[in-house]
Structure formats: C-alpha cells, structure tokens
C-alpha cells in the first residue's frame, strides 16, 4: 500500500485552498488524498500553462460531466480569485455549448449565475448589471456574414478552405454563427478559445474534430507544443485518462505533421 508524506499532502491541502478559493477536504480516502497530491499540489503547480489557463481546461471539463459540486466549485474558484472574468466566464460557456453541447451549457450558464450571486451576496455587494449584448461586432448583413465565416473558418482551422453553404450545418451553423460570430467574439481571447476547444473536441468521440483543432491550435502557434501537452496532462486529471491517452497520440500525431509542414515552408521560402 501506497502512503502519502504527511508534508507533501499539507502542501495539497494549501494548493487546493489557493485554487479553489475554499478549504480543502479533509477525508483521508484514497481519492480525496491523491487528488490533493497529484492534481493540486503537482499538476496545477507545473510551470507549462498559468493557474488562468489551466481554468479553461478545468471548466469544459467539469461542465461535461454531469458533477455538480465540482462545477459549481471550479465556477466559484474562477470568479472569485479574479482568474475569470464574468464576461469571460459567459464567453466560455458559450463557446462550450458550440462544442460541448446546448444542454450541458444551460446548467453551465444556471451555475455561473448562481456563483457570481453568490460571491457578490458573501462581500455584501449588488450584482452589477451585465454587459449590453448589442451591438454586435460582427456584420448584420447575411452575405457579409458569410463571407466573414468563411475568412474565420480559414484563419482559426489553418486552412485553404472552407466549407460550402449548401445545407443549414454548414451555411448557417458552422459559418453563419461559429465562425461568423463566436469564434470572432471580443469577450474572450483566441489562446483561451483554443484551449476549450481543445478540451471540447477531446471529451468527444468524433475523431475528425479532434484532429483538426489539435493541428490548428499548433499551426497557428496559439498553444507551443509544450503547452500542449500540458494541456492533455490536465485535461487527463479532470476528465479521465482514457480520453486523455488518446487526446495525447493525436497531439504526437499533429506535432509531427505541423513539424513537417514548418520545415516545407521553410525550404519553399529559401
């Protein structure tokens, strides 16, 4: 049987309170001890991605399965140390709704009302009135709309190409909204749409998705390829290691492919 130093889990124990802004538990199951050893005090200290960053990975994943009290803390522990802003918490759970799912995100969006009122209840302050929604930023036009989409779907997915407007998946799913509109949105940054993406796509069973926002997220030098993987180590402590085994053969996979293309580019421009 395998024991946890009594140092090293007090130092769980002062990570975990750090992180999540709340005191750590302290059961001394197997789970709850190597939670707090491995996860906090190890995975969310390594230097690869900030504590920020790694809110980003933490949140989709939490949001996709179906645990309420880790949701609702993570939500609590990005807006209450400042790491997330509102707006960009609302900004996440939009972008996860596009790839995690509607249904998942309308509790998302229920539990981060519900913790944003709730801090503002525990300091003893009003709920500031939220950000007007219009004008949007985008083109009203359809046909610029469009046109828009396409631009976006090129520059995110790192491609020559984009898709036809022959069907409503397409014209007015994919580029109409999440190319013309959300990936464009200002609320939230392009790293961190990356990074839920990433960790939307791996949660998945779709295997081209995967593939696709993996090598975008490296072509475009949005993630380094140690911040990637940094992010499937993450996203394995969160979400479980069997989808972040293969989420971690398809970033080797892609590093490769991006590694190849770099070097043609690079002999082309010679």
């Not at 059961?27 to 920020?52: I, K, N, Y």
């Not at 249904?103 to 300091?123: C, L, M, T, Y």
């Not at 046109?147 to 898709?163: H, M, R, T, Y």
């Not at 961190?192 to 090598?215: G, K, M, N, W």
Request: net charge negative.
């Amino acid at each position: 049987m395998t024991t946890v130093a009594p140092d090293r889990l007090e130092r769980g124990r002062r990570a975990y309170a750090d992180i999540m802004t709340i005191p750590a538990p302290q059961d001394s199951t197997p789970a709850t001890t190597h939670l707090l050893d491995f996860v906090f005090a190890e995975v969310w200290q390594r230097p690869g991605l900030t504590r920020r960053e790694r809110r980003f990975i933490t949140l989709p994943c939490a949001a996709a399965a179906d645990a309420e009290g880790p949701l609702r803390d993570h939500v609590y522990a990005a807006l209450n140390s400042g790491d997330v802003s509102v707006v960009e918490m609302q900004e996440t759970v939009l972008h996860f709704a596009v790839y995690g799912g509607w249904p998942k995100a309308s509790r998302f969006n229920q539990v981060v009302d519900e913790q944003w009122e709730r801090i503002h209840q525990d300091r003893g302050l009003p709920v500031p009135p939220p950000e007007p929604l219009l004008p949007l930023s985008t083109p009203s036009d359809p046909e610029e709309r469009l046109a828009v989409g396409e631009q976006s779907f090129k520059d995110v997915n790192c491609l020559p190409f984009a898709p036809t407007r022959d069907n409503p998946f397409q014209g007015a799913g994919i580029l109409n909204f999440v190319f013309g509109e959300m990936w464009l949105r200002p609320g939230l940054g392009m790293k961190e749409r990356r990074l839920i993406t990433v960790a939307c796509v791996a949660f998945q069973d779709a295997p081209y998705p995967i593939l696709s926002h993996v090598y975008a997220a490296l072509k475009s030098r949005d993630l380094s390829f140690d911040e990637m993987d940094e992010l499937a180590l993450h996203f394995a402590a969160h979400y479980g290691w069997p989808k972040g085994s293969n989420l971690n053969q398809v970033i080797g996979e892609q590093k490769q492919r991006v590694t190849q293309e770099w070097a043609d580019e690079s002999q082309g421009n010679s």
